[in-house]
Every structure is written in structure tokens, then in C-alpha cells.
């Protein structure tokens, strides 16, 4: 258990629709990093939030958001749903802002998305 | 951004040791090198990092070469638990943001 906790695990929806994905940090993490998985694109970095504010922006179409909480917690929102956005989406979260002295990044289990 | 080049899979027998091989010619020299690995159906989990020398924990050792190009993630015991993706990874990005760029890894099976 890396202590990231994900919520939904598993989520149908239909084309056309918005879902939000929510993740719970370890305690005390400040970063949260959001991740996309697909059969044919592999882990894909969408976002990466510090405290509050984005801090870099990766593969994140504009369809999806995501804002972090003052208590931390991070929620990624998809809109208007298409078939190709079906995936896992892993959230992961670490101390620090940067990957300071090689600093990791713990993952969550994910949540997997079907969009029908 | 420099990358890393791995061999899609590789097979080993339960018990003995695996060696995991990673190229990463254009690393620059404040790069580190981090493993990570994926067990089916699971989000990535660390295995090891690591700068300059080799390295050593619980679950594996990183053998770096000394140019750094080329490093080789050690299992010293397979076993069934360890058939997993392991992804090779330098960190990117810029002053107050560093990700991992996962690149397709490398498939590791364990035969009984």
C-alpha cells in the first residue's frame, strides 16, 4: 500500500459525459501528479500540482482539469467523454515539488475508465 | 530530453538472478536513474535510484556503468512475485517541476 488513495476504482460512462477522479495523497505529500495509462499510449504524464498551483503540464488535453485542495487532495475532471479516453488513470504523489537528491513518486492503484 | 532504451521482454527462471539492462546514452550529468516496475493491474511501484555508484536495497541492486550510459537493474532471486514491467527512467523537466517519463519498459517474466 503506497498510501495514495484513489476513488473510483472503476467507473462506466457513456460518450459525451464528465466524470471527476479524485485522489488522496500520502499524508504530508505536497505534489500530486496525475498519469494516464492506454494499451497503445503506455503512462502518459498529464499534470503535476505543488501546494495549490500547477506546476507542469504534460499530455492533458482541453477537455480534462484538475485543481488541488487546500487540504491537499487532487481532482482530475474529464468532459466530454470520447471511447479514446477509456484508460487508467493513476494518480502518484511525493514531499517535494521537484524530484530533489532523486526523490520518488509514490503511485495510487488507479482508477480505470470506461467510456462506452 | 534524454532517453532510455530497454529491451521490450525478458524471461528468468524462478530463483535465479535477472539482470535488466538500460541504455541511456544522452543522460546529462545531474540525471538520476530511477526504476520502477508494474505488477499487473497495479500502479507503478519504486524499486531503486540511483547517481553515480551502484546501489543497494531490499528488493534489487542498480549496477551504474561508470559513464553512466548504461545501467542494469539486479534481481538477485526471481521470483514468481517479480514478473512485472520495469521501466527505466531519467526525471525532465525544468526548475520546480521534475516528472518520470515512463517509456514501454520492460516486460519481465518468471517461469516456475
Known amino acids: 500500500d503506497s498510501g495514495v488513495t484513489q476513488t473510483p476504482k472503476h467507473l462506466i460512462t457513456a460518450t459525451g459525459q464528465r466524470v471527476t477522479l479524485r485522489c488522496s495523497p500520502r499524508s504530508g505529500d505536497l505534489s500530486v501528479y496525475w498519469y494516464q495509462q492506454s494499451l497503445d499510449q503506455g503512462l502518459q504524464f498529464l499534470i503535476h500540482?505543488?501546494?495549490?498551483?500547477?506546476?507542469a503540464k504534460g499530455n492533458i488535453l482541453e477537455r480534462f482539469s484538475a485543481q488541488q485542495f487546500p487540504d491537499l487532495h487532487s481532482e482530475l475532471n474529464l468532459s466530454s467523454l470520447e471511447l479514446g479516453d477509456s484508460a487508467l488513470y493513476f494518480c502518484?504523489?511525493?514531499?517535494?515539488?521537484?524530484?530533489?537528491?532523486?526523490?520518488?513518486?509514490?503511485f495510487g492503484e488507479g482508477s480505470w475508465l470506461t467510456v462506452v | 530530453d534524454a532517453k532510455t532504451t530497454q529491451p521490450n521482454s525478458m524471461e528468468s527462471n524462478e530463483e535465479e538472478p535477472v539482470h535488466l539492462p538500460c541504455n541511456h546514452s544522452t543522460i546529462s550529468g545531474t540525471d538520476y536513474i530511477h526504476w520502477y516496475r508494474q505488477l499487473p493491474s497495479q500502479g507503478p511501484e519504486y524499486v531503486i535510484h540511483?547517481?553515480?555508484s551502484n546501489v543497494n536495497n531490499r528488493m534489487a541492486s542498480l549496477a551504474i556503468a561508470e559513464d553512466r550510459k548504461s545501467s542494469t537493474l539486479i534481481l538477485h532471486r526471481a521470483t514468481l512475485r517479480d514478473a512485472a514491467v520495469y521501466y527505466c527512467?531519467?526525471?525532465?523537466?525544468?526548475?520546480?517541476?521534475?516528472?518520470?517519463?515512463f517509456g514501454k519498459g520492460t516486460k519481465l517474466s518468471v517461469i516456475p
Open positions: 540511483g547517481l553515480t
Open positions: 527512467i531519467l526525471r525532465v523537466g525544468g526548475a520546480g517541476s521534475y516528472q518520470l517519463t
Open positions: 502518484a504523489s511525493s514531499p517535494w515539488g521537484a524530484l530533489i537528491a532523486g526523490n520518488t513518486i509514490y
Open positions: 500540482y505543488y501546494n495549490g498551483e500547477e506546476r
